[in-house]
């Protein structure tokens, strides 16, 4: 079982980069996924998660920039980030629960069983 995350990268503010997830050894449609980041000095914080079945949740600071979509053909999961700024620059991880997380444990990065490598993001004029 892995993920796989990538799509990081430089940009300026209000610009756009969508980030990838794919996932091996399940499915990422049965899973609850999670998009997580870890800005310099700070904790891991979630941003987004969707559970099966369900539509997305997002954090204050990203509801109306970022989006969830998945591929199912694919199993990936991506994270479309839309009028970056730079207090979203961070290092950013998918995870995945094999299963649907009950409601407390949906923001919980210890909840979640199977992690992606971080990719970094950097917005920055």
């Known amino acids: 079982v892995q993920l796989q995350a990538s799509g990081g990268g430089s940009v300026q503010p209000g610009g756009s980069l969508r980030l990838t997830c794919a996932g091996s050894?399940?499915?990422?449609?049965?899973?609850?996924i999670g998009w997580f980041r870890q800005a310099p000095g700070q904790t891991r914080e979630a941003i987004a998660t969707?559970?099966?079945?369900?539509?997305?949740y997002y954090v204050d600071a990203v509801k109306g920039r970022f989006t969830i979509s998945r591929d199912d053909l694919e199993n990936t999961v991506y994270l479309q980030m839309n009028n970056l700024k730079p207090g979203d620059t961070a290092v950013y991880y998918c995870?995945?629960?094999?299963?649907?997380?009950?409601?407390?444990?949906?923001?919980?990065?210890?909840?979640?069983?199977?992690w992606g490598q971080g990719t970094l993001v950097t917005v920055s004029s």
């Open positions: 995870a995945a629960y094999a299963g649907r997380l009950i409601t407390s444990n949906k923001w919980n990065p210890a909840a979640y069983n199977y």
């Open positions: 050894g399940f499915r990422l449609k049965d899973a609850t």
């Open positions: 969707r559970r099966p079945f369900e539509s997305p």
